[in-house]
């Protein structure tokens, strides 16, 4: 189980994982895992569950067993997970292991172009759509969010991937400290969070949205109606939301 720590998280698979006589084997970075499974590696210190995978191969088969190709894909996990290596939790530990990953052959501009820059015209034109006619700012509150009906993705020619990275966008605004993408599925709306400083991304979303995650990356979801959710959203924003729990000095876009 990698890079979730609790069975809801991986939705319909979560009975069929639950009732499973497998020995359950734990990988992951995020704060305070679930009871039930057999075996569990998790430090939410670390920058990804992609450096814990490194060092539990490291730990049974040793460095030399990590060749270009198992190298690239753990540089990709840390790189994406960290936010290109912008967030908090970029510790110095992060560093030796790309030191290493590099040193086995993983070109880090190679990698990052092939993530970042390989994008359709249709995904970066709704990402123009997203700020320019669907991104709503809500100043008195430090929050913004944007909402995607699936008549928006239709339009773009939405494929799976398109919207990621998109909640990171509200954030680069001045004083916005919480951000939200709300994206229509056919049976749900599936919720993206992220927050700078002090203020529990995840604790917002596992209160109000069945979710969970980094205080300030988590997601969670709602099956009531797009227009529905995102008029609950502003009226916990309005009642719920409180600038004090931002620590303006700490207010840079983390991942811990």
Do not use: W
């Amino acid at each position: 189980c990698l890079d979730f720590n609790a069975f809801k998280r991986v939705g319909d698979l979560e009975k069929p994982l639950r009732k499973s006589s497998a020995t359950k084997v734990l990988v992951d970075h995020h704060p305070r895992p679930e009871e039930g499974f057999d075996f569990v590696m998790s430090d939410p210190s670390v920058s990804s569950t992609a450096e814990l995978v490194y060092h539990l191969i490291d730990k049974i088969y040793g460095d030399q067993i990590i060749d270009k190709f198992i190298s690239e894909a753990l540089y990709t996990g840390i790189m994406t997970d960290t936010g290109s290596f912008n967030f908090s939790s970029s510790n110095p530990g992060m560093y030796d292991i790309l030191k290493h990953l590099v040193e086995k052959g993983v070109n880090p501009a190679n990698v990052h172009q092939n993530v970042y820059d390989t994008f359709t015209e249709s995904r970066t034109r709704l990402i123009g759509h997203s700020l320019l006619n669907k991104m709503v700012v809500m100043p008195e509150y430090q929050t913004a969010y944007i909402a995607l009906s699936t008549e928006d993705l239709e339009n773009f020619n939405h494929e799976k991937g398109d919207t990621e990275g998109l909640v990171n966008y509200p954030l680069a605004i001045k004083n916005v400290v919480f951000a939200a993408l709300f994206t229509e599925k056919d049976e749900m709306v599936k919720i993206s969070f992220r927050s700078k400083g002090n203020f529990p991304a995840n604790q917002f979303a596992e209160k109000y949205f069945r979710g969970g995650g980094h205080l300030n990356a988590a997601g969670g979801k709602s099956y009531k109606p797009l227009k529905k959710t995102i008029k609950n959203f502003e009226q916990l924003i309005k009642h719920d939301f409180n600038p004090k729990l931002i620590n303006q000095n700490d207010s840079e876009n983390t991942n811990n």
